[in-house]
T-cell receptor
Framework: KAGVTQTPRYLIKTRGQQVTLSCSPI?????VSWYQQTPGQGLQFLFE???????NKGNFPGRFSGRQFSNSRSEMNVSTLELGDSALYLC?????????????FGPGTRLLVL | AQSVTQLGSHVSVSEGALVLLRCNYS??????LFWYVQYPNQGLQLLLK??????LVKGINGFEAEFKKSETSFHLTKPSAHMSDAAEYFC??????????????FGTGTRLQVTL
């Protein structure tokens, strides 16, 4: 099976712009989670989607949003970009949202905000 | 709230030596526990996980970890380090008593250096 794919892999934006990142889960996986990785804050949970519904959300401002489509693909959007949004954004998929489910990660999208 | 502590942000071992990466968790109920590895410019790869049952868990690439409830620990070990093991390692927990939540809480990571 193909792994989790994320597009684009690299992105450069300027402050105030918005950005959309895409994630395609492993075939058959219905749950998608997003994480932000920065040198200062480490790996932090953004949100989790299952069956097109957000099931869990991390402690991020409303500028960060996401959605999931009927084919389980997911997108996350960051509006009004700030310098501190520069990070590696990781998407992970799993069979479902159940306890202890293994999450399989994609290669990430590296966002640089200038 | 659950948390994970990884002791030692950097660990250096000689090739062939024992690898020991430490992880302690804080939770009122034993959570599900994971170890992931991250190579430069890549995502996270699952090494192993503990859910229930046998407390000694074997993973890929010769790694294993032991769940010790009394010590709230889940340390990662490998008997003999290889140069290809150089990477960053993350311990993570997932709650075990919150319905269907599967959010991972990560430790700060340990960078493993392997020297000749």
């Amino acid at each position: 099976k193909a792994g989790v794919t994320q597009t684009p892999r690299y992105l450069i934006k300027t402050r105030g712009q918005q950005v959309t990142l895409s994630c395609s889960p492993i075939s058959g996986h219905r749950s998608v989670s997003w994480y932000q990785q920065t040198p200062g804050q480490g790996l932090q949970f953004l949100f989790e989607y299952f069956s097109e519904t957000q099931r869990n959300k991390g402690n991020f401002p409303g500028r960060f949003s996401g959605r999931q489509f009927s084919n389980s693909r997911s997108e996350m959007n960051v509006s009004t970009l700030e310098l501190g949004d520069s990070a590696l954004y990781l998407c992970a998929s799993s069979d479902g949202p159940g306890q202890g489910q293994t999450q399989y990660f994609g290669p990430g999208t590296r966002l640089l905000v200038l | 709230a659950q948390s994970v502590t990884q002791l030692g942000s950097h660990v250096s071992v000689s090739e062939g030596a024992l690898v020991l990466l430490r992880c302690n968790y804080s939770s009122s109920v034993p959570p599900y526990l994971f170890w992931y590895v991250q190579y430069p410019n890549q995502g996270l790869q699952l090494l192993l996980k503990y859910t229930t049952g046998a407390t000694l868990v074997k993973g890929i690439n010769g790694f294993e970890a032991e769940f010790k409830k009394s010590e709230t620990s889940f340390h990662l070990t490998k008997p003999s380090a290889h140069m290809s093991d150089a990477a960053e390692y993350f311990c993570a927990v997932s709650p075990a008593n919150t319905g269907t939540a599967s959010k991972l809480t990560f430790g700060t990571g340990t960078r493993l250096q392997v020297t000749l």
